[in-house]
């Protein structure tokens, strides 16, 4: 195929980047799980998502202590293996992005895939589970990419990112994230319910209100918004059914 093919196929498709934790899934709650499993606490989810990275998982003021004492006795599984566990047994992403997901996974028009940082021993095949779990067709991504402890997530944008496509889109919980968009071209579309909250955004990091969304079906309405304006229009509710259950979000 010719390059001026090639940057024709590009103009006619979207590219969306979307986060995994806490913006697909509810990982404060398989977190959570995890920890009381070992004795540990993590802390009420409010003081949980206004923690920085590692101490998310140390604990707060009230659990630090006690935390790192607990940490240093012998167990059969470490944190992380149990973590991995927890998250391929019971993560599920949540169910109103599962419809879109879907039909952007099918669309020939739409690049789709996944990049995030995840703190599992096997970050690839963990999300790649998780969404299996949800009855999402993950063998049909575009990409799924664990972005390393030490890494930038702009780098791998930069990678996917492309002069040529229509439009490109980045879903994200965190401040960095908004930050990893705004620097490498993409379109922010910010969920409030994950790791970052909705004051934390606006107040430490800056980020717009009109591209915050507190809600996972907030969200996926606002990802189909921009998809129409490119032309792409999907038939499907909005919202998922009553019989599917949506983790409440923060």
Same mark, same amino acid.
């Given at each position: 195929?010719?390059?001026?093919?090639?940057?024709?196929?590009?103009?006619?498709?979207?590219?969306?980047?979307?986060?995994?934790?806490?913006?697909?899934?509810?990982?404060?709650?398989?977190?959570?799980?995890?920890?009381?499993?070992?004795?540990?606490?993590?802390?009420?989810?409010?003081?949980?998502?206004?923690?920085?990275?590692?101490?998310?998982?140390?604990?707060?003021?009230?659990?630090?202590?006690? $935390?790192? &004492?607990?940490?240093? =006795?012998?167990?059969? #599984?470490?944190? +992380?293996? @149990? !973590?991995?566990?927890?998250?391929?047994?019971?993560?599920?992403?949540?169910?109103?992005?599962?419809?879109?997901?879907?039909?952007?996974?099918?669309?020939?028009?739409?690049?789709?895939?996944?990049?995030?940082?995840?703190?599992?021993?096997?970050?690839?095949?963990?999300?790649?589970?998780?969404?299996?779990?949800?009855?999402?067709?993950?063998?049909?991504?575009?990409?799924?990419?664990?972005?390393?402890?030490?890494?930038?997530? $702009?780098? &791998?944008?930069?990678? =996917?990112?492309?002069? #040529?496509?229509? +439009?490109? @889109? !980045?879903?994200?919980?965190?401040?960095?994230?908004?930050?990893?968009?705004?620097?490498?071209?993409?379109?922010?579309?910010?969920?409030?319910?994950?790791?970052?909250?909705?004051?934390?955004?606006?107040?430490?990091?800056?980020?717009?209100?009109?591209?915050?969304?507190?809600?996972?079906?907030?969200?996926?309405?606002?990802?189909?918004?921009?998809?129409?304006?490119?032309?792409?229009?999907?038939?499907?509710?909005?919202?998922?059914?009553?019989?599917?259950?949506?983790?409440?979000?923060?």
């Amino acid at each position: 195929m010719s390059d001026m093919k090639k940057d024709q196929n590009k103009i006619n498709k979207v590219l969306v980047v979307l986060d995994f934790d806490g913006y697909l899934v509810n990982s404060y709650r398989i977190i959570d799980q995890a920890f009381r499993k070992f004795g540990l606490q993590v802390g009420d989810e409010e003081r949980f998502r206004n923690r920085r990275k590692f101490l998310k998982y140390l604990g707060g003021g009230r659990e630090i202590l006690g $935390n790192l &004492v607990s940490y240093s =006795l012998p167990k059969q #599984h470490t944190i +992380r293996e @149990l !973590l991995t566990e927890e998250f391929m047994e019971e993560g599920e992403v949540y169910p109103a992005f599962v419809p879109l997901l879907n039909a952007m996974i099918e669309d020939p028009r739409v690049r789709v895939g996944i990049v995030s940082r995840n703190f599992t021993l096997h970050p690839g095949r963990t999300i790649r589970a998780v969404l299996a779990n949800s009855d999402v067709h993950h063998q049909h991504l575009d990409f799924v990419i664990p972005v390393p402890v030490r890494a930038k997530k $702009n780098d &791998v944008l930069e990678a =996917l990112h492309g002069m #040529h496509y229509r +439009r490109t @889109l !980045l879903g994200g919980d965190e401040i960095g994230d908004h930050r990893a968009a705004t620097a490498t071209g993409f379109e922010p579309v910010m969920g409030s319910y994950g790791f970052d909250e909705r004051k934390r955004l606006i107040h430490k990091g800056g980020v717009p209100e009109d591209c915050i969304f507190d809600t996972p079906a907030d969200v996926v309405a606002e990802i189909r918004r921009q998809l129409a304006e490119a032309g792409i229009r999907y038939d499907f509710e909005t919202d998922p059914p009553a019989s599917a259950r949506e983790p409440a979000a923060a």
